[in-house]
C-alpha cells in the first residue's frame, strides 16, 4: 500500500490542486512511489486527503498530460516508466572529519554584512500595530489590474517582446511610458536614450558608485539620511562627508565645495520628511556648476505625494545636466516589483547600461512588459488616486494620534504631506532600539531612528512611524498602546 506517502499539510494560502499536484510531482521525481504498484484510486485519495474526488481526477489527468504518470485500462494510474531513476547523482562522498574548507574571513575585501543596516522583520505582517516604513496594506493593491496586464503580456501579441534576452536593452514600451508619462508629472522631459530601467534606488545607487567611485571620491550624503545609500557610497571606499538637514532640508553651504557628488532625497527627506525650499534648491543647483559636482537625486515618495501644488523635481530645474534623477516604482505600486530606472546624460546611461549588461544584463523584461500595459492602460493612474486618498486620511489620524497622545515627540511645526511616515523625537535619555524592543512584545512595530544618522555617536532617542502598512482604525488604538510603552522609559 502507498497510503505511507500521502500526508499533507495544506496551506489555507494555495489552492487544493496546486498543493497536491506539488506533493505528487515531488514524490515522482524523487523516485518515491514504486514503479510497479497503481497509485490510489480517485476515490480512496480523495478520501485520505479530505478533498473532493473531482480534484483529484482533474489532478490525475493533468499529470498524464504532463507525462508523469500513464493509464492502464484496467489497473489505475502508474508512474511513468522515464521517472524510473531519480534525477539526481550521488557522489558516495564520505567526510573524513578532516575538511580543508577556505578561510572566508581572510579573503573577503569587502564585508557588507558588518554595514549598520534598517532592520524590518519578516513577520511584520502578524503584529498587530505595524508601524513599518516602505510596505504596503495589500487588500488595496489592484491585484484585478495588474492580472489583467500579465494576462495580455501572455499574449501572442505581446510575449515576442519579452521571451527572447534582449541583452542590454529596456522594453522600449516601458521606456516610452515613463518618458511620456511619470516624468512629465515631475516636469522633467528627456529622449529615450537618456533613460535605463534598473532593479530599485538601492541598485540604480550601486551602479552609479560602481562607475563613479574610488578612495579618491568625496560624496556628500544628508545627515539623518538613507543608510543604504551610505553603506553603497562605502562599498566602493568614497569619502563621505556628513551635510546636517533641518525643516527645509539639506543645508546649502560651503561644506559641500570640495565634494565631486552629493546625494540628496529633496521631495522627501529621507526620514524626516523635509521638503527642500525652493531657494535651496536653486542655491543647489548654482552651487554645482560653481564648485563642479553632480547631484544624485533620490524622488523618494514624489509619486505618492498628496500635496496640491508640490515642487517639480530637482532634475526638472536643471540646465547644465548637473543631475541624475532616480526614481522608483516600490513604493508607488509594490514593494516586491523592484523595479526602478535612471535619469541622467546619455554619455552616462551608456556606460551605466555596459555596466549593468556586465551583472545582469537587463531586469526580467516580462515584467518590465507587465508595468508597461499595467500603466498604459490606465491602471496605475486609478491606482495612484485611490492611494493618495488612502495615504491622506491616514496621515491626518496619524498626526491627531501623535498630538493626543504623543505631542511633545513632533519634530516639526508641520507634518510633510508627501510621505507615508512621521519622524519623531522622544525625550533626552530615551534608547528608542529599547522601546522598539518592548514595543515589539506588545505587537507595535516601530523603527528605531539611530541607524539614518551618519556619526559615530548618533542620537538615540529619535524614531520613525511608517502608515502605509497599517490599517487607519489601528492608527490611534496603536499609538496609544505606543504612549504606554514610553511610560516604562
Keep these: 500500500m502507498l497510503d505511507q506517502h500521502f500526508h499533507i499539510e495544506f496551506d489555507p494560502e494555495r489552492t487544493l490542486q496546486d498543493q497536491i499536484r506539488e506533493y505528487l510531482v515531488n514524490l515522482i521525481l524523487s523516485a518515491r512511489l514504486p514503479m ?6 480517485s476515490r480512496n485519495l480523495s478520501q485520505q486527503l479530505g478533498v473532493s474526488r473531482n480534484t483529484i481526477v482533474l489532478i490525475y489527468e493533468s499529470l498524464v498530460d504532463s507525462g508523469f504518470i500513464e493509464s492502464r485500462p484496467r489497473k489505475g494510474f502508474f508512474v511513468a516508466q522515464i521517472y524510473r531513476n531519480p534525477e539526481t547523482i550521488s557522489t558516495n562522498l564520505v567526510h573524513d572529519g578532516e575538511e580543508a574548507h577556505p578561510d572566508w574571513s581572510q579573503r573577503f575585501r ?9 532592520v524590518k522583520p519578516h513577520d511584520w505582517q ?4 505595524p508601524f513599518i516604513y516602505g ?8 491585484l484585478e489590474q495588474w492580472r489583467d496586464s500579465v494576462r ?11 521571451i527572447n534576452d534582449m541583452v542590454d536593452s529596456d522594453d522600449p514600451l516601458l521606456i516610452e511610458q515613463i518618458r511620456t508619462r511619470l516624468l512629465p508629472r515631475r516636469g522633467i522631459y528627456v529622449e529615450s536614450s537618456e533613460i535605463i530601467i534598473t532593479i530599485g534606488t538601492q541598485n ?4 552609479l558608485a560602481n562607475l563613479l567611485c574610488n578612495n579618491k571620491t568625496k560624496v556628500a550624503i544628508e545627515n539623518p539620511g538613507f543608510r543604504d545609500a551610505l553603506n553603497i557610497f562605502s562599498i566602493f571606499e568614497s569619502n563621505i562627508h556628513q551635510q546636517p538637514v533641518d525643516q527645509d532640508g539639506i543645508i ?3 561644506r559641500l565645495n570640495s565634494c565631486d557628488y552629493l546625494y540628496i532625497t529633496p521631495s522627501n527627506q529621507v526620514p524626516t520628511g523635509a521638503e527642500l525650499s525652493e531657494l535651496r534648491r536653486q542655491a543647489l543647483l548654482n552651487m554645482s556648476v560653481e564648485e563642479d559636482f553632480v547631484i544624485i537625486e533620490d524622488d523618494y515618495d514624489a509619486e505618492i505625494n498628496i500635496k496640491k501644488s508640490p515642487l517639480p523635481a530637482l532634475k526638472a530645474l536643471d540646465k547644465n545636466n548637473r543631475v541624475i534623477y532616480i526614481g522608483s516604482m516600490s513604493k508607488s505600486i509594490s514593494p516586491g516589483l523592484r523595479i526602478g530606472f535612471m535619469v541622467a546624460d546619455e554619455e552616462l546611461i551608456t556606460e551605466v547600461r555596459a555596466l549593468r549588461r556586465l551583472m545582469y544584463r537587463h531586469p526580467p523584461v516580462n515584467i518590465q512588459r507587465q508595468l508597461a500595459l499595467f500603466l498604459s492602460l490606465g491602471y496605475y493612474d486609478t491606482y495612484l488616486r485611490k492611494l493618495r486618498v488612502i495615504n491622506s486620511s491616514k496621515l491626518q489620524r496619524m498626526v491627531e494620534s501623535v498630538e493626543q497622545h504623543l505631542p511633545h515627540m513632533l519634530t516639526a511645526d508641520t507634518v510633510a504631506k508627501g ?3 512621521i519622524w519623531l523625537e522622544a525625550p533626552d535619555g530615551v534608547n528608542t532600539e529599547e522601546v522598539s524592543w518592548l514595543a515589539a512584545r506588545k505587537s507595535i512595530l516601530i523603527e528605531p531612528g539611530a541607524v539614518h544618522f551618519t556619526t559615530k555617536n548618533p542620537p538615540k532617542n529619535f524614531f520613525r512611524l511608517g502608515f502605509s502598512a497599517i490599517e487607519a482604525h489601528k492608527i490611534e488604538p496603536g499609538i496609544a498602546a505606543l504612549k504606554d510603552v514610553f511610560t516604562h522609559f
Design 419 to 421: 510621505s507615508t511616515s
Design 135 to 142: 510596505q504596503i496594506q495589500r487588500e488595496f493593491f489592484p
Design 204 to 207: 540604480s545607487l550601486y551602479l
Design 252 to 254: 546649502v553651504d560651503e
Design 110 to 118: 569587502k564585508e557588507p554584512s558588518n554595514e549598520r543596516n534598517i
Design 126 to 129: 502578524g503584529f498587530e500595530y
Design 152 to 162: 495580455k503580456s501572455m499574449s501572442g501579441r505581446w510575449n515576442k517582446y519579452w
Design 36 to 41: 510497479d504498484q497503481p497509485l490510489p484510486s
